[in-house]
T-cell receptor, first 112, second 118 residues
Framework: KAGVTQTPRYLIKTRGQQVTLSCSPI?????VSWYQQTPGQGLQFLFE???????NKGNFPGRFSGRQFSNSRSEMNVSTLELGDSALYLC???????????FGPGTRLTVL | AQSVTQLDSQVPVFEEAPVELRCNYS??????LFWYVQYPNQGLQLLLK??????LVESINGFEAEFNKSQTSFHLRKPSVHISDTAEYFC????????????????FGKGTKLSVKP
């Protein structure tokens, strides 16, 4: 079974731009969660989607948004990028009623 | 609210020495406990998890962790480490749900960088 895939793996943007990151979950997984990892704040939960609905949201500003498609693939969008948005963005998928999340390799976003 | 504290940000050890990575958590509701490992430039891999039952859980590569409810701890141990164990280790919790699953948001500690020296 293929693992969680994230595209692109690396991204460089400038302040004020917007960015869209993509995540394809493991086949059969319907829940997708997103996390931001930075050296200062560590791993922080952004949001979780299940069956195209946002089920849970972390404490991030409205510039961070996401969505999930009918095939369970998910995208997250960050608008009006700030320098502090530079981070590794990790996506994780899980089965519907599971307690175990499987992580992708991440997208490293650099904001200049 | 839940929180996780990893008491050591860096742990240097020599190869074949034992190691313990400490993790304490705080929660007013039942949680599941996890240890994840992250190798450089990679995502997180689940090392082991505690859901219920025996308080001692083991991984396939020699790590073990013990859930201690009274001390709200979930320390990770390995009796003899290898160079290949060099990585960052994250302790995490998620809120347990009635149906046996958990909420989709893991709460992580700040991580412990394990450095194994020859």
């Amino acid at each position: 079974k293929a693992g969680v895939t994230q595209t692109p793996r690396y991204l460089i943007k400038t302040r004020g731009q917007q960015v869209t990151l993509s995540c394809s979950p493991i086949s059969g997984h319907r829940s997708v969660s997103w996390y931001q990892q930075t050296p200062g704040q560590g791993l922080q939960f952004l949001f979780e989607y299940f069956s195209e609905t946002q089920r849970n949201k972390g404490n991030f500003p409205g510039r961070f948004s996401g969505r999930q498609f009918s095939n369970s693939r998910s995208e997250m969008n960050v608008s009006t990028l700030e320098l502090g948005d530079s981070a590794l963005y990790l996506c994780a998928s899980s089965l519907a009623l599971s307690n175990e999340q499987f992580f992708g390799p991440g997208t490293r976003l650099t904001v200049l | 609210a839940q929180s996780v504290t990893q008491l050591d940000s860096q742990v240097p050890v020599f190869e074949e020495a034992p190691v313990e990575l400490r993790c304490n958590y705080s929660s007013s509701v039942s949680v599941y406990l996890f240890w994840y490992v992250q190798y450089p430039n990679q995502g997180l891999q689940l090392l082991l998890k505690y859901l219920s039952g025996s308080t001692l859980v083991e991984s396939i590569n020699g790590f073990e962790a013990e859930f201690n409810k009274s001390q709200t701890s979930f320390h990770l141990r390995k009796p003899s480490v290898h160079i290949s164990d060099t990585a960052e280790y994250f302790c995490a919790v998620s809120v347990a749900m009635n149906y046996g699953g958990s909420q989709g948001n893991l709460i992580f500690g700040k991580g412990t960088k394990l450095s194994v020296k020859p």
